[in-house]
C-alpha cells in the first residue's frame, strides 16, 4: 500500500471528540493527506468552525496516530477555505448520527467534499501558497424559504420542532419530536 494512502486510512479513522460516533472522514473534517518529496505526511483539517474547540484535539491525535504507525515526520494543518459545510458529511456519517439518536442536517446538495480554491490554512503554510480573498457569507442562505423539516431520529416522524437554536455544540440545535415526545440534537445545516 502507497504510503499516502496508508496515512490517509489513519488519519481517516480518528473519531470526532464532540461526535465519537464518527470519524474525522465521515464528518468531512479530513480535507486531505499526502506526503511531501521529503518524506513528510501532511494532513489537513478543516472544522467545522473557525472558532471549534475540538480542532486542538484532533490534530493531535491525527499526529499521534500518524506517528505511531511509523510515520517521523508529521505536519497537521488546519483548512479554512473551502470552509467545512454540512455536504460534506458522508452518507454512512449521517446513518452512524440517526443510529444515535442525533438527527443529521438536509440531504447533500452535492456529493462528496465541495470543489475548492486555494486552501488557507492557519497554521505553519509553505511561503508560496497565496491567500484567498475574503468571501462574505449570508446570515440566511435562503431568506423566506421554509427550512426543511427534520425527522425525529428515533420514530421517523416529521412533526418536530426547535427546543433551542443551539444544544451541546454550536454545530447543534435541541428539537423535539411532537409524536414520540423525545428531544434530540439536530447537526444544523450549514451551506
Request: glycine share 6%; net charge negative; hydrophobic share 40%.
Amino acid at each position: 500500500m502507497e504510503r499516502a494512502e496508508r496515512a490517509w486510512r489513519i488519519a481517516a479513522e480518528v473519531p470526532d471528540p464532540e461526535l465519537p460516533m464518527l470519524t474525522l472522514a465521515a464528518l468531512g473534517v479530513l480535507h486531505g493527506v499526502e506526503v511531501t518529496p521529503d518524506g513528510t505526511v501532511v494532513a489537513r483539517l478543516t472544522p467545522t468552525y473557525a472558532g471549534c474547540p475540538a480542532v486542538a484535539e484532533m490534530r493531535a491525535e491525527v499526529a499521534t496516530r500518524l506517528r505511531a504507525a511509523g510515520f517521523a515526520d508529521v505536519r497537521v494543518v488546519t483548512v479554512l477555505d473551502p470552509p467545512w459545510t454540512t455536504d460534506r458529511i458522508t452518507d454512512e456519517g449521517r446513518r452512524r448520527l440517526t443510529e444515535h439518536g442525533i438527527a443529521p442536517p438536509g440531504p447533500r446538495r452535492t456529493p462528496g467534499p465541495a470543489a475548492g480554491r486555494t486552501w488557507l490554512s492557519l497554521t505553519t503554510a509553505p511561503a508560496a501558497q497565496a491567500q484567498v480573498p475574503y468571501q462574505e457569507l449570508p446570515l440566511d442562505p435562503d431568506p423566506g424559504q421554509e427550512p426543511p423539516a427534520v425527522a425525529c431520529p428515533r420514530c421517523a416522524s416529521a412533526d418536530t420542532e426547535e427546543l433551542s437554536h443551539f444544544a451541546a455544540t454550536a454545530c447543534t440545535a435541541l428539537r423535539r419530536c411532537r409524536t414520540c415526545l423525545e428531544p434530540f440534537p439536530h447537526v444544523k445545516d450549514l451551506p
